[in-house]
């Protein structure tokens, strides 16, 4: 069975939804065969490597695409974009896209910015990310920077019921999964094709979990809940990233913590930061949860 997100992903500009002024200025590079060097940036799910490989496969190119998140050491630099950026090409650029470069450790980001400028002439790099300031400041001056901001929840609904009329299934009202996921458009495309059973949308409650999180982990800690307890929440709600809880949990810390409030920040300051380069997210926030519980 094919991704949705995949099956659905704009090759056109003309199919990509929302950012019009961006929009117009990729397609003056595309008219003129070439590209600067680029960084997109916004919340998850928005549309940013859609862009990044709509404007590959528009441009007559060699391609290299690496996801970060995955490979974000100096080594991959050293082994995989360099050879790459160096080597001999027949099309009239090479083009690297390296999707969620905030994960790729400040060393080998320090390395890249070398291999930008050595390369100019013949390679073109694409970089992705949720958060810009974690992008260091010289490798973000060598690159035009976009934020990609969400499409509205009209245009988004409109391209939800353009899918689920292509795969002809039915349905009643789709605004509660749109509601509660907005604006990640790929968390709510994959929610409604996992919700089709016989060919009609069937909402599942559970899809809808992740987005109490905050709220959820911020009244156990109000009641001074047992750590396991809080596990067990984290576990209900299917999350698998937890960006975002760091900023909920700041914007109560007053509340929280009341006088420990500038440790807990400190607190959260450190492991918002740890949570860029571990493996298991998860342990990251439950090591802050158990830490944050003691100043409750």
Partial sequence: MELWVEKYRPTTLEEYVGNETIKNKIADYLKQGSIQNLLFHGVAGTGKTTLAKLISKNLNCDLLYINASDERGIDTIRDK???????????????????????????????????????????RFILTCNYLERIISPLQSRCQTFEITPPSKLEVTSKCQNILLEESVTYTDIHEVINTHYPDIRKIINTLQGSVVDGRIKIDSTSLKNTQLGGLIVDALIRKAKLSEIRQIIADSGSREFDDLFKYIYDKSNTLFGDNEGEAILIIAKYQYEYTFVLEKEICIAAMLKNLLELC
């Fill in 81 to 123: 974009i360099i050879p790459f950026a160096s080597s001999m090409s027949f099309n009239d650029v090479k083009i690297v896209i390296l999707d969620e470069a905030d994960y790729i450790t400040p060393q080998a980001q320090a390395t890249l910015r070398n291999t930008i400028e050595s390369c100019s002439k013949t390679t």
